[in-house]
């Protein structure tokens, strides 16, 4: 009898001890994507794509469920300079996962092809919630430029919001802290 106690509280520990370990693993993923994305969305650049067929368009735009930026690609990914970020959930086989989309700012040389790369970043994902806080010049008036409010989307402006809210909720409906971050440049910095 004491032999079966001693097994089914050994089994019972080792359990736990499996679903704290996985536990500790997606938590450590999450603060390793919420750094990244943090770090890309301070260094956010106020730039015009004057590149692409069309009008001169602020690089800067997001909705509810997306966000696209410019920022600086960090020189250790093997590949540095200013990169266009798209972040999503996309949805594969009836499994949604939350991806960066990078891509080169500058137009490549005639003969190249620019290198357009799908990066995963977390799986089991069910959305991402994106807001902007600023003011929007459409509805500001001369007294309210000061403050601002928050925005389920950013389109069609040539400013950067000054900050920037992501949720992330996962697959069980659960959702992560919030992750806020100020874009650090100043309007002087606007590149056209």
């Known amino acids: 009898m004491m032999m079966v106690l001693l097994f089914?509280?050994?089994?019972?520990g080792a359990?736990?001890?499996?679903?704290?370990?996985?536990?500790?693993?997606?938590?450590?993923?999450?603060?390793?994507?919420?750094?990244?994305?943090?770090?890309?969305?301070?260094r956010a650049r106020p730039v015009f794509d004057d590149f692409s067929d069309g009008e001169?368009?602020?690089a800067f735009s997001g909705t509810n469920s997306s966000l696209r930026f410019v920022s600086m690609?960090?020189?250790?990914?093997?590949r540095g300079g200013m990169h266009l970020y798209e972040l999503l959930v996309d949805?594969?086989?009836?499994?949604?996962?939350?991806?960066?989309?990078?891509?080169?700012?500058?137009?490549?040389?005639?003969?190249?092809?620019?290198?357009?790369?799908?990066?995963?970043l977390l799986n089991h994902v069910q959305a991402i919630e994106l807001s902007y806080f600023?003011?929007?010049?459409?509805?500001?008036?001369?007294?309210?430029?000061?403050?601002?409010?928050?925005h389920d989307e950013w389109e069609d402006q040539?400013?950067?919001?000054?900050?920037?809210?992501?949720?992330?909720?996962?697959?069980d409906g659960n959702r992560w802290p919030p992750?806020?971050?100020?874009p650090r440049v100043e309007a002087a910095e606007i590149v056209n």
């Open 8 to 12: 089914s509280s050994v089994r019972m």
């Open 15 to 42: 359990r736990v001890w499996d679903a704290g370990e996985t536990r500790v693993s997606e938590l450590d993923q999450i603060l390793i994507v919420q750094n990244f994305l943090r770090d890309q969305l301070v």
């Open 56 to 58: 001169n368009e602020f």
């Open 73 to 78: 690609l960090p020189n250790s990914a093997g």
């Open 91 to 120: 949805e594969k086989k009836g499994e949604k996962t939350l991806i960066l989309k990078l891509k080169p700012f500058y137009p490549v040389l005639d003969g190249e092809e620019a290198k357009i790369e799908d990066v995963r």
């Open 134 to 150: 600023g003011v929007d010049p459409e509805f500001a008036s001369g007294e309210d430029e000061d403050g601002g409010e928050w």
């Open 158 to 171: 040539d400013q950067l919001p000054r900050l920037v809210k992501l949720v992330i909720v996962n697959e």
């Open 179 to 182: 992750l806020v971050v100020g």
